[in-house]
């Protein structure tokens, strides 16, 4: 995106602030339901936040904590993760390919696609392990915390960057009634309704609840007559949730989930980075900026993505006279799977196949034309014709993909405190059982559609022609503790400690004795006879199987923290902490396959294998918070420095044997940057927020890939803008008008490690250069009237209809990058009810 664009966002953004709140308050916010009135102090009201699994003020968290209120969570309309992600400095999100496979960055820090995600999701006080929990809707929100930083020695394995605690409304002796409906366009409608109340009176209180939501999506397939079938969207989900309180000091909350997803998946075009053969066939899109892509969807495959979540809940607190004790348990079990086009055209082994050759000649003659710097001709070989990926040609072949995952977890702590609360301690011990079943296959586009089994004979339609194909075990234990002594009231230390032990085991599931059709290990001709998976080769694997592996990662996880109150209105904190996330491995076979395929023909020089590494993170974090101007302006600002060793990254490869998801280490980064926010409330009706991050990094190390030392952390935007205004006014009648606008902007981002750097490829010497994400802006806005118990209310979102580009996958071997756009311009209306 060019400055002027991002200038004229940001201008856009300032000139209306005076129409708008956020209610983001980094540490302090407003924590009323009710909306705000004239005759409301101008100060803020503090919250209680459980960040530290302590109850106690923002103010007192010695660190950083972004604390969305339910006020703000109900005025900005938060129902999704990227609702309330993008009012965060500091925080950016992914969402491209499917349901189940949402990144986010927090401060640098990266969850790998197909491994853990980066932080810490608790919700109601129980830790969710599945990377695919994160896709959910969120009803009956009361708050939202992001802690930023190491939070292992509090939550454990994965919370290297953070923790995200949502907190949602507990049922209680008042029947209540909520609905709310929404249409946009794009054919998109949202439903959400509940129903609470108390079953036996002071005592046992229930609320059922469900959501529906549906669009088209904003993009079109232009080969099957516009069919909104590129990034269409349904989902639906109902909860139940039982509380038991039979006295004071017990309570006992129940909570089932089940949902269903059915929606588009990998919404990407290939982008391609070859200089050389830019110039020798005079075709200057085959070396392109990803930011001047223009997206065209082709493909033959109506693409489906499919996920069912069932999740079951039991959380007991028990308040004894010296401590209280909390037992949580928690089934969860997410299916999730996808079919889709191939990205095989380009290497030509289903040149021979009758139905790719058929296709193509029926599409030439039909005069179909690909999107340069694609053709087609008579004939799939070049250079009568040139494919890219998901090309509407049956020469691409299938890709059918499973991630299904299983866990059972339980945890128990006791907390209390001494000296008359100077002491605050607890202790406990986590248990985490999980199983996942991964798999990709490519398969024969015999023009009838896909075949939703990974191996699929060659005797049948859509056989299997490669595979990837693993069972994943795993155990946690774990043991935990953390003291906190307050000798004064301006003055706090704490250390926290936590001892993780994760095992891990991989089953490979790829049949032995099958092989393939085309697809084989000598280049063309594509004669098939091969293993479905290289690491079964005999050329590299004489036995001819690949065994079971294990392995056990251990960390212990230190954290200590201070706390002193410069002032009464001023805070300054410090901590320091240790990150961890467990190693584990790929599909088994992928180091074999990036040797046979790229580092033999190509000398490449990439260093894969089965197995990648334990992540660890050594962070500092220093700042202050606090108000000024009598309690109308609260701001919190800090610094930080973090050093993260076998940072895990995941990497693509396409080549003749189809496609490979794989997680590999990269050794040493260097993460460090600052940010602010400050909230400030002029007026009783009137809430401006300014926020904001800048993040630079530096990789020290890299034996995956020596010649990326020097360049940034994939994923992490350069900086970050966060600005939002809320305007709340009675209009008589016992009505009030109220305003948001939201603006936010994202600076430059690379998405790879690979980022100036020239690659050998398969097509030829390729440039990386020109897949910087460049830095964009949005612009969002709500405008309505509430009375009493009701709200109706008109939205856009994307105002400006600024072009993003979601996500840049880069491939280098392949010799050029995958893109996905971002959300475009939607406009829509809101009407909800409370009784």
Not at 206 to 230: C, E, K, M, W
Request: proline letters at 5%; hydrophobic letters at 40%; glycine letters at 10%.
């Amino acid at each position: 995106m060019e400055k002027r664009q991002v200038a004229s966002a940001l201008c856009a953004t300032a000139s209306v602030l005076a129409l708008s709140s956020p209610g983001w308050a980094q540490g302090q916010a407003q924590a009323a339901d009710e909306p705000v009135v004239a005759d409301q102090a101008k100060t803020f009201e503090e919250i209680v936040v459980t960040a530290r699994r302590f109850a106690e003020t923002a103010q007192s968290v010695p660190a950083t904590v972004s604390v969305l209120s339910s006020a703000t969570l109900e005025s900005a309309d938060v129902e999704r993760i990227e609702d309330f992600i993008a009012l965060t400095p500091g925080v950016t999100l992914v969402d491209a390919s499917e349901v189940g496979d949402t990144q986010v960055n927090i401060r640098g820090i990266n969850g790998a696609r197909d491994a853990e995600a980066s932080f810490a999701f608790i919700i109601d006080g129980i830790l969710y392990t599945n990377p695919a929990a994160f896709n959910r809707e969120f009803t009956n929100l009361q708050q939202i915390e992001i802690l930023k930083g190491p939070q292992g020695a509090l939550y454990g394995r994965n919370a290297a960057a953070g923790a995200i605690i949502v907190t949602t409304e507990m049922p209680g002796n008042q029947f209540e009634v909520f609905g709310e409906a929404s249409y946009a366009e794009d054919n998109t409608v949202t439903l959400a309704s509940s129903i609470s109340g108390a079953l036996v009176e002071d005592q046992l209180f229930a609320r059922l609840s469900g959501d529906f939501r549906r669009t088209d999506g904003y993009y079109r397939n232009d080969f099957q007559d516009n069919r909104p079938i590129v990034d269409d969207f349904k989902n639906w989900n109902v909860r139940g949730r039982l509380v038991w309180e039979p006295d004071a000091r017990l309570s006992v909350d129940t909570k089932l989930r089940y949902g269903q997803v059915s929606g588009a998946a990998l919404s990407f075009n290939g982008v391609f980075a070859l200089p050389g053969l830019a110039q020798a066939l005079s075709s200057p899109l085959l070396f392109e900026d990803v930011n001047d892509h223009e997206f065209v969807f082709q493909g033959n495959i109506d693409p489906l993505n499919e996920q069912q979540a069932l999740e079951v809940s039991v959380k007991t607190d028990a308040e004894f006279d010296f401590a209280t004790l909390t037992v949580w348990a928690l089934y969860s079990d997410i299916d999730n799977d996808l079919t889709a086009d191939g990205t095989s055209g380009a290497f030509g082994f289903f040149n021979q196949d009758a139905t790719c050759r058929a296709s193509t000649q029926a599409l030439f003659e039909a005069g179909v034309a690909l999107p340069a710097p694609q053709f087609i001709g008579p004939t799939p070989e070049f250079p009568t014709s040139f494919f890219g990926p998901y090309t509407p040609t049956t020469c691409d072949g299938t890709q059918y993909q499973v991630r299904n995952q299983q866990d059972v977890s339980v945890e128990a702590r006791l907390e209390g405190d001494l000296f008359d609360g100077q002491v605050r301690w607890l202790g406990g011990g986590y248990f985490l059982d999980l199983e996942r079943e991964v798999g990709v296959n490519l398969g024969i586009d015999d023009g009838v559609g896909i075949t939703r089994r990974l191996f699929v004979p060659q005797d049948q339609l859509n056989a299997t022609e490669q595979l990837v194909h693993d069972r994943f075990n795993t155990t946690v234990l774990a043991v935990f503790g953390q003291v906190a002594y307050a000798p004064t009231a301006d003055f706090e230390a704490s250390v926290a400690l936590r001892y993780d032990r994760e095992k891990r085991e991989v089953t490979n599931l790829v049949p032995a004795g099958a092989r393939t059709r085309f697809v084989d290990f000598n280049g063309p001709p594509f004669d098939g006879g091969a293993p479905l998976n290289p690491g079964l080769s005999p050329i590299i694997n004489p036995t001819g199987e690949i065994p079971d592996k294990e392995r056990t990662f251990e960390q212990v996880q230190p954290k200590i923290s201070l706390r002193y109150d410069i002032l009464p209105e001023l805070t300054a904190f410090a901590s320091w902490g240790i990150g961890f996330k467990s190693g584990g491995f790929n599909n088994q076979g992928a180091g074999a396959t990036v040797d046979l395929f790229f580092n033999q023909p190509l000398n490449a020089g990439v260093t894969i294998f089965d197995t990648f590494e334990k992540e660890t993170s050594s962070a500092f974090e220093a700042g202050l918070k606090g108000d000024a101007f009598g309690g109308r302006v609260r701001f919190e600002t800090a610094g930080f420095y973090t050093n993260v060793d076998d940072m895990q990254f995941f990497e693509f490869f396409v080549g003749p044997y189809g496609l490979l998801r794989v997680v590999s280490n990269i050794d040493d980064v260097r993460i460090w940057g600052a940010e602010g926010q400050v909230t400030w409330r002029p007026i009783d009706a009137l809430t401006f927020v300014a926020g904001g991050a800048v993040i630079e990094s530096e990789i020290k190390a890299n034996r995956s890939r020596p010649d990326t030392v020097g360049n940034k952390s994939p994923y992490t935007a350069d900086y970050t803008v966060n600005l939002a205004a809320e305007y709340n006014q009675p209009v008589g009648g016992g009505l009030e008008l109220f305003t948001r606008l939201d603006g936010t902007i994202t600076g430059p981002t690379w998405f790879h490690t690979v980022q100036g750097q020239e690659r050998p490829s398969l097509f030829g010497p390729a440039d990386y250069s020109r897949t910087r994400r460049d830095a964009f802006a949005t612009l969002d806005a709500r405008v309505g009237v509430r009375g009493e118990g009701w709200s109706a209310t008109v939205f856009g979102s994307n105002l400006t209809n600024t072009d993003i580009l979601e996500e840049v996958i880069p491939a280098p071997e392949f010799g050029g990058s995958f893109a996905s756009p971002g959300a475009l311009r939607r406009l829509g209306f809101e009407v909800s009810f409370r009784y």
